[in-house]
């Protein structure tokens, strides 16, 4: 099962497929390189309702490069890397392949966490069954409006972190941390499992300010993507960039 660091964990996320396909090992070493403690491997499906234009178009293009689930367990698989890795995927992917066969795959090749954010809790039961039995963490999004009682029932069945979104609507970079993490954070004050907050994430003073905030990690996605237009080479400065404002924000959390 996924565990994140003690140290506030810096959870960067890159589409499969985008730029290139080959691309996909060579980015997940940069990631590494740069200080982070999990990454977020997206695999693309054609209709990535959670996700902002700047990951949607990644998705069409690495589409449109072939990648599918055959090439991403391949590609995944090719990068030599010690952190653990994470599937963002959605739910109709992981049925067509079978969900057993689609955990089994994951773990194969060094993913430990699976999050989808199409699928409801309620309607988990087949995938965190396989999930338990191979030993990978189920993610789940706790949403600014999530409701007490759904917020109960993740809880039940989340593990490795819970997924903080941190505003309403997609995913996307945004110039300030909204007020809504703030209040999702302190619903979660009580669980004893990791907080990573995503959405909107792209500067390291937003990564200082959400761990100063009570989070236990920070996801950053569309900043990664937009920056791998022009190839992997500026993820590993971003990247460190931002798990240095992470770590600020625990020394003055203290």
Do not use: W
Not at 125 to 151: M, N, Q, W, Y
């Amino acid at each position: 099962m996924l565990e994140l660091p003690d140290e506030p964990a810096l959870i960067p996320y890159f589409t499969a497929g985008y730029p290139s396909v080959e691309s996909v090992p060579r980015a997940i070493e940069a990631f590494e390189a740069g200080g982070a403690d999990v990454i977020e491997v997206g695999l693309p499906f054609s209709e990535p309702i959670a996700d902002g234009p700047t990951i949607q178009n990644a998705v069409t293009r690495a589409l449109e490069n072939g990648m599918s689930p055959d090439v991403y367990f391949e590609k995944v698989g090719e990068a030599d890397v010690d952190v653990p890795l994470v599937c963002m995927t959605y739910y109709n992917l992981i049925m067509q392949r079978g969900v057993e066969e689609f955990v089994r795959d994951c773990k194969n090749v060094g993913i430990e966490g699976i999050i989808v954010p199409d699928l409801p809790v309620d309607e988990s039961d087949a995938l965190h069954a396989a999930c338990e039995k191979h030993g990978v963490s189920l993610i789940f999004i706790v949403a600014p409006t999530t409701t007490d009682e759904r917020l109960e029932r993740i809880m039940e069945r989340v593990s490795g972190f819970v997924y903080v979104q941190a505003r309403l609507g997609t995913t996307g970079a945004r110039e300030d941390v909204s007020g809504a993490t703030y209040d999702v954070l302190e619903r979660l004050h009580g669980y004893d499992v990791p907080k990573a907050v995503g959405f909107g994430v792209s500067e390291r003073e937003h990564a200082r300010e959400i761990i100063r905030g009570g989070a236990d990690g920070v996801v950053a996605g569309s900043v990664f993507v937009e920056r791998m237009e022009d190839g992997v080479e500026g993820i590993e400065e971003k990247t460190r960039e931002l798990k240095q404002g992470a770590l600020k924000g625990v020394e003055e959390a203290e």
